[in-house]
Nanobody, 124 residues
Framework: QVQLVDSGGELVQAGGSLRLSCAAS????????VAWFRQAPGKEREFAAA????????HYAEAVKGRFSISRDNAKNTVYLQMNNLEPEDTAVYFC?????????????????WGQGTQVAVSS
């Protein structure tokens, strides 16, 4: 079973960029589909992006499409979320999540391993 550690969140101005990292410990991380979710204060956790283990295909929420990019480096056991042109509405705690051999899902219950979260704050 892998464990996930999220990092890279910080305060940034609107229009800026950040890259989040999700580092996994354990073996066979390349067999895990990985997603990023986010949760803003007072709101439910929502899907942002995901990358498949099988062919590295990706899927994005409409709110981030064209601005965010998810990628993975299996040699480093790490998945990245590149976030460009950030907006104040992107302010949230970002969590990475993983599922073994699973297809991409957009619901929290599709994933059974979670990172601790990293705070992203975008000022206007």
């Amino acid at each position: 079973q892998v464990q996930l550690v999220d990092s890279g969140g910080e305060l940034v101005q609107a229009g800026g960029s950040l890259r989040l990292s999700c580092a996994a410990s354990g073996r066979a991380f390349n067999f895990y589909t990985v997603a990023w979710f986010r949760q803003a204060p007072g709101k439910e956790r929502e899907f942002a992006a995901a990358i498949s283990w099988r062919d590295e295909s990706t899927h994005y929420a409409e709110a981030v499409k064209g601005r965010f990019s998810i990628s993975r480096d299996n040699a480093k056991n790490t998945v990245y979320l590149q976030m460009n042109n950030l907006e104040p509405e992107d302010t949230a705690v970002y969590f990475c999540a993983a599922r073994n051999f699973g297809r991409i899902g957009v619901n929290s219950f599709n994933y059974d391993i979670w990172g601790q979260g990293t705070q992203v704050a975008v000022s206007s």
